[in-house]
């Protein structure tokens, strides 16, 4: 089983820059692709970015230019570097782990593992 940990969120102010991290523990890190997902106060959650176990990675329209994933699996994290925040990016931030050599996408059915949430909370 996947566990995954985030950490990093906390209140900020419109066009700040914040780092959010990703703990994982269990079996074939490398070889699961990995993302991150939001949810809104009163929206459903929604795809922010997914990295693959090449490294290839996406982004949400939303969030182009502006957040960047990454992954380190040998630290056994996965990251989500936001910059110029806004305040309709206020939400809780999810970590989501596929299965072991699965490729998955912006659906978050696709993604079998789940954190608890880090709260994001952009201020004017």
């Known amino acids: 089983q996947l566990q995954l940990v985030e950490s990093g969120g906390r209140l900020v102010q419109a066009g700040d820059s914040l780092t959010l991290t990703c703990a994982l523990s269990?079996?074939?890190?490398?070889?699961?692709?990995l993302a991150w997902f939001r949810r809104a106060p009163g929206k459903e959650r929604e795809f922010v970015a997914s990295?693959?176990?090449?490294?290839?990675?996406d982004v949400a329209d939303s969030a182009k230019g502006r957040f960047t994933i990454s992954r380190d699996n040998n630290a056994r994290k996965v990251y989500l570097q936001m910059e110029s925040l806004k305040l309709e990016d206020t939400g809780m931030y999810y970590c989501?782990?596929?299965?072991?050599?699965?490729?998955?996408?912006?659906?978050?059915?696709?993604?079998?593992?789940w954190g608890q949430g880090t709260q994001v909370t952009v201020a004017s």
């Open positions: 989501a782990g596929g299965v072991e050599g699965e490729r998955v996408g912006k659906w978050d059915q696709e993604y079998s593992f």
């Open positions: 269990g079996p074939a890190i490398s070889d699961r692709d």
């Open positions: 990295i693959n176990f090449f490294h290839s990675t």
